[in-house]
Protein backbone atom coordinates (compact mmCIF):
# COMPACT_ATOMS: atom_id res chain seq x y z
CA UNK A 1 0.00 0.00 0.00
CA UNK A 2 2.99 2.31 0.99
CA UNK A 3 4.19 1.58 -2.13
CA UNK A 4 0.91 2.54 -4.39
CA UNK A 5 0.58 5.78 -2.55
CA UNK A 6 4.59 6.93 -3.55
CA UNK A 7 4.29 6.00 -6.60
CA UNK A 8 0.49 7.85 -7.04
CA UNK A 9 2.13 10.74 -5.60
CA UNK A 10 5.20 10.88 -7.62
CA UNK A 11 2.59 10.56 -10.66
CA UNK A 12 1.23 13.55 -9.58
CA UNK A 13 3.62 15.67 -8.40
CA UNK A 14 5.82 15.40 -11.08
CA UNK A 15 3.58 16.71 -14.16
CA UNK A 16 3.14 19.97 -11.81
CA UNK A 17 6.98 20.28 -11.39
CA UNK A 18 7.34 20.34 -14.92
CA UNK A 19 4.98 23.05 -16.17
CA UNK A 20 6.36 26.18 -17.10
CA UNK A 21 5.10 29.04 -14.90
CA UNK A 22 2.03 31.24 -16.06
CA UNK A 23 3.28 33.29 -19.28
CA UNK A 24 5.88 31.45 -20.15
CA UNK A 25 6.54 30.79 -24.05
CA UNK A 26 9.35 28.44 -25.35
CA UNK A 27 9.16 28.11 -29.04
CA UNK A 28 12.26 25.90 -30.47
CA UNK A 29 14.24 27.32 -33.50
CA UNK A 30 12.11 24.75 -35.80
CA UNK A 31 9.00 25.61 -34.64
CA UNK A 32 9.74 29.18 -35.43
CA UNK A 33 10.98 28.51 -38.65
CA UNK A 34 8.21 26.51 -39.22
CA UNK A 35 5.77 29.58 -39.66
CA UNK A 36 7.33 30.78 -42.90
CA UNK A 37 5.05 27.31 -44.18
CA UNK A 38 2.17 27.57 -42.19
CA UNK A 39 1.99 31.36 -42.51
CA UNK A 40 2.73 31.83 -46.43
CA UNK A 41 -0.96 30.08 -47.56
CA UNK A 42 -2.60 33.04 -45.56
CA UNK A 43 -1.07 36.05 -47.35
CA UNK A 44 -3.16 38.91 -47.30
CA UNK A 45 -3.60 41.41 -50.33
CA UNK A 46 -0.73 43.46 -48.39
CA UNK A 47 1.30 40.64 -48.62
CA UNK A 48 1.54 39.98 -45.33
CA UNK A 49 0.20 37.03 -42.95
CA UNK A 50 0.72 37.31 -38.72
CA UNK A 51 0.21 35.10 -36.02
CA UNK A 52 -0.40 36.58 -32.16
CA UNK A 53 1.68 34.35 -29.85
CA UNK A 54 0.88 36.20 -26.67
CA UNK A 55 -0.06 39.37 -25.12
CA UNK A 56 2.12 39.93 -21.59
CA UNK A 57 0.87 42.97 -20.12
CA UNK A 58 3.54 45.60 -21.48
CA UNK A 59 4.71 43.63 -24.53
CA UNK A 60 3.39 40.86 -27.15
CA UNK A 61 4.97 38.43 -29.55
CA UNK A 62 4.05 37.46 -32.95
CA UNK A 63 5.20 36.05 -36.04
CA UNK A 64 4.79 37.96 -39.09
CA UNK A 65 5.63 36.46 -43.02
CA UNK A 66 6.20 38.94 -45.60
CA UNK A 67 6.22 38.45 -49.39
CA UNK A 68 6.02 42.03 -50.00
CA UNK A 69 6.69 45.41 -48.71
CA UNK A 70 5.09 46.40 -45.37
CA UNK A 71 4.16 50.40 -45.17
CA UNK A 72 6.07 52.68 -43.55
CA UNK A 73 5.25 52.53 -39.56
CA UNK A 74 5.77 54.48 -36.58
CA UNK A 75 4.33 53.22 -33.10
CA UNK A 76 4.65 56.37 -31.18
CA UNK A 77 4.46 54.57 -27.79
CA UNK A 78 5.59 51.39 -28.66
CA UNK A 79 9.81 49.60 -29.34
CA UNK A 80 9.85 46.91 -31.94
CA UNK A 81 12.20 44.35 -31.63
CA UNK A 82 12.45 41.88 -34.90
CA UNK A 83 14.03 38.48 -34.92
CA UNK A 84 14.73 37.36 -38.49
CA UNK A 85 14.13 33.77 -38.85
CA UNK A 86 14.14 32.94 -42.57
CA UNK A 87 14.64 34.88 -45.69
CA UNK A 88 15.63 38.36 -46.39
CA UNK A 89 14.97 41.76 -46.65
CA UNK A 90 15.52 45.49 -46.21
CA UNK A 91 14.54 47.84 -43.28
CA UNK A 92 14.36 51.37 -43.41
CA UNK A 93 14.81 53.26 -40.36
CA UNK A 94 14.82 57.08 -39.52
CA UNK A 95 13.86 59.55 -41.52
CA UNK A 96 10.05 60.77 -42.02
CA UNK A 97 6.71 59.07 -43.07
CA UNK A 98 5.44 60.12 -46.91
CA UNK A 99 1.76 60.47 -47.00
CA UNK A 100 1.25 59.47 -43.24
CA UNK A 101 -1.93 58.69 -41.64
CA UNK A 102 -3.16 57.71 -38.46
CA UNK A 103 -4.64 53.86 -38.41
CA UNK A 104 -4.96 53.71 -34.98
CA UNK A 105 -4.05 55.67 -31.66
CA UNK A 106 -0.49 55.93 -31.02
CA UNK A 107 0.12 54.48 -34.50
CA UNK A 108 1.02 56.33 -38.33
CA UNK A 109 1.15 54.64 -41.59
CA UNK A 110 2.46 55.89 -44.92
CA UNK A 111 3.33 54.95 -48.23
CA UNK A 112 7.64 55.02 -47.93
CA UNK A 113 9.95 56.23 -46.07
CA UNK A 114 12.09 59.44 -47.62
CA UNK A 115 15.78 60.20 -46.05
CA UNK A 116 16.34 56.37 -43.90
CA UNK A 117 18.80 54.60 -43.50
CA UNK A 118 18.87 50.73 -45.05
CA UNK A 119 19.84 47.51 -43.12
CA UNK A 120 19.83 44.54 -45.07
CA UNK A 121 18.80 41.62 -43.20
CA UNK A 122 18.77 37.78 -43.13
CA UNK A 123 17.75 34.79 -40.90
CA UNK A 124 19.46 35.24 -37.34
CA UNK A 125 19.59 39.28 -37.49
CA UNK A 126 17.52 41.19 -35.10
CA UNK A 127 16.93 44.74 -34.83
CA UNK A 128 15.56 47.15 -32.00
CA UNK A 129 13.82 50.19 -33.06
CA UNK A 130 12.82 52.75 -30.45
CA UNK A 131 9.05 54.33 -30.63
CA UNK A 132 8.50 57.23 -32.74
CA UNK A 133 11.37 55.72 -34.98
CA UNK A 134 9.74 55.69 -38.40
CA UNK A 135 10.57 51.88 -40.16
CA UNK A 136 9.71 50.14 -43.05
CA UNK A 137 10.23 46.77 -44.34
CA UNK A 138 10.88 45.91 -47.95
CA UNK A 139 11.13 42.39 -49.72
CA UNK A 140 12.41 42.32 -53.11
CA UNK A 141 10.30 40.28 -55.85
CA UNK A 142 9.97 36.57 -55.31
CA UNK A 143 11.49 36.94 -51.66
CA UNK A 144 10.21 36.02 -48.72
CA UNK A 145 11.16 36.96 -44.75
CA UNK A 146 9.20 35.43 -41.68
CA UNK A 147 10.70 37.33 -38.01
CA UNK A 148 9.19 37.44 -34.40
CA UNK A 149 8.42 40.76 -33.17
CA UNK A 150 8.59 41.50 -29.77
CA UNK A 151 6.74 44.84 -29.01
CA UNK A 152 7.41 46.59 -25.49
CA UNK A 153 5.18 49.49 -24.87
CA UNK A 154 7.07 52.68 -23.75
CA UNK A 155 4.37 54.04 -21.69
Request: proline share 5%; hydrophobic share 40%.
Amino acid sequence: MKCFVFVFLLATLIPLRAADPPGVVYLSNDTLKAFQKSLAPKIDAHKVATERLGNFGNHSLMVVHREGNGEAEVHETQADIFIIQTGEATVVVGGSVLEGRTTAPGEIRGRAIQGGERKDLSAGDMVHIPANVPHQVLVANGKHLTYVIVKIDSK
